[in-house]
């Protein structure tokens, strides 16, 4: 045998390369989303596939690859796909990175903005007071804000049940983090944090704190964000204080007592800079998004009574089964984060394609959700598929998945059911108009377009 057919061949290298997406400019493909995330979203899935491209910030020619790649956004909507996305390594897949633009909001310590192995850390500490047990307690405290606040609804005219919403779990997560019972104390920190998450979820007013922003690397200028932060810093600071000091530490089951009382693998306790920042984070986190998500299980599931009835037979038997497969459906059908997002410190390959160092993915939970080899009949509201099967891993996306997965999930689910189940057992609410609220774009999230407008009808229940 000739001794050069013995030798091992080299293949070439695999070139790095972005899968195929829209070739308009940035500006305008940044445009298309903002006036039609979702509908933008099925139009690129259907011409270019489960793996595309889409460039969402203009970025100069010049200086490095990775940062010429941050505009340019890879969106999975192949479960496979997101299973080698979630499974990777997270010091390769990075999070805290895609949401370093909510870093002057929830600080520099949170648990959002973190990576390996930080992350790691402080997620050891927080994930006890979310889980199991301990979640499961605050059901009582959830189905008695959910009744008060019934109580203030307007009889026999339409309104939005998205604020009614927003203020139930507004409540619910001030009193679950901090334990705080007084009215006056709850009624003064959900004002100042209801005031700072309105505002700093408005559209507009994050297009002019962008623009600020620019000014501020160069100049050093903090702009008007300070001003609605600061009181609620100064709320958070005070209550921690409080926590440190208290005499009955350990009889106390709220979150931040539980976090006071939480120790590193050294021994050491979280600072109380660590705790302004998840405590921030626990505030924002479980209340802008489950607020949402029960404005869209309302919307969807008052326009099937028979879908209502079950939930009110479950719910007088003791039983809440039917009523957790109505959040799991509406989080399915009408995922309220649409997609989650990963910055690949290394190239990796994935569907045929090197994506280089730079590049980031968005796993997309709106895309999956409405796979039909995943769900049948994937446009229908059918709670009952979840009792028939459970949820996947990489299917069924709301809270993201792997390492990085929402802490509140739990929580988030709990607080779904209990409300669902306490608003229909003492309220007949009907839509207010005969067609299905469309979705609208608000910050990350994706909202009813008219804030799920219903008619309580007599004096409930």
């Not at 209990?418 to 108009?433: E, F, G, I, M, S």
């Amino acid at each position: 045998m000739p001794a050069e057919s013995s030798r091992t061949r080299t293949l070439p290298a695999k070139s790095p390369s972005l899968p195929p997406g829209p070739r308009q400019p940035a500006a305008l493909q940044a445009a298309r989303w903002l006036l039609g995330s979702t509908s933008f979203l099925e139009r690129c899935q259907a011409r270019f596939g489960d793996l595309f491209t889409v460039n969402l910030v203009a970025k100069a020619a010049a200086g490095p690859a990775a940062d010429r790649n941050q505009g340019r956004w890879v969106f999975l909507a192949d479960p496979e796909h997101v299973r080698q996305v979630f499974t990777a390594d997270p010091e390769i897949v990075r999070t805290g990175d895609t949401n370093r633009f909510l870093e002057p909001l929830v600080g520099p310590r949170s648990i959002l903005v973190l990576d390996e192995p930080g992350h790691r850390g402080q997620r050891k500490l927080m994930l006890p007071p979310l889980h199991g047990e301990r979640v499961r307690n605050y059901g009582t405290l959830i189905s008695r804000v959910a009744e008060a606040d019934l109580a203030r609804w307007p009889v026999g005219e339409p309104f939005a049940l998205w604020p009614r919403m927003q203020a139930i779990t507004l409540e619910v997560i001030v009193r679950a983090v901090f334990g705080i019972a007084e009215p006056r104390r709850i009624a003064r920190v959900t004002a100042l944090l209801g005031r700072m998450l309105n505002r700093m979820t408005n559209a507009r007013w994050l297009l002019v704190q962008s623009l600020l922003a620019t000014v501020a690397e160069s100049t050093g200028h903090k702009g008007t964000a300070r001003r609605l932060i600061g009181p609620v810093d100064e709320v958070i600071r005070t209550e921690i204080a409080h926590r440190r000091a208290a005499t009955d530490l350990d009889q106390r089951d709220d979150i931040l007592s539980l976090l006071v009382r939480a120790e590193y693998a050294d021994g050491s306790p979280m600072s109380d800079d660590e705790l302004r920042d998840e405590l921030m984070t626990l505030l924002i986190a479980g209340h802008e998004s489950t607020a949402t998500a029960l404005a869209w299980a309302f919307e969807l599931l008052l326009r099937h009574p028979d879908k209502v009835a079950r939930v009110r037979e479950e719910t007088e038997a003791g039983l809440d089964d039917y009523a957790g497969a109505v959040a799991q459906e509406t989080l399915r059908l009408r995922p309220v984060v649409p997609f989650v997002l990963r910055n690949l410190a290394q190239p990796m390959e994935i569907g045929g394609h090197l994506l280089p160092a730079g590049t980031w993915l968005a796993p997309c939970a709106y895309l999956i959700h409405r796979r039909e080899d995943v769900y049948p009949e994937p446009l229908r509201f059918r709670p009952e598929r979840f009792l028939e099967r459970p949820a996947g891993a990489t299917t069924w996306l709301p809270f993201g998945g792997g390492v990085r997965r929402c802490l509140g999930a739990s929580f988030a689910q709990l607080e779904m059911r209990r409300v669902l189940q306490t608003v229909l057992a003492h309220a007949d609410l009907v839509p207010a108009r005969g067609k299905a609220e469309k979705i609208r774009a608000r910050f990350i999230t994706l909202a009813p377009a008219r804030g799920a407008r219903v008619l309580l009808e007599g004096g409930g229940k």
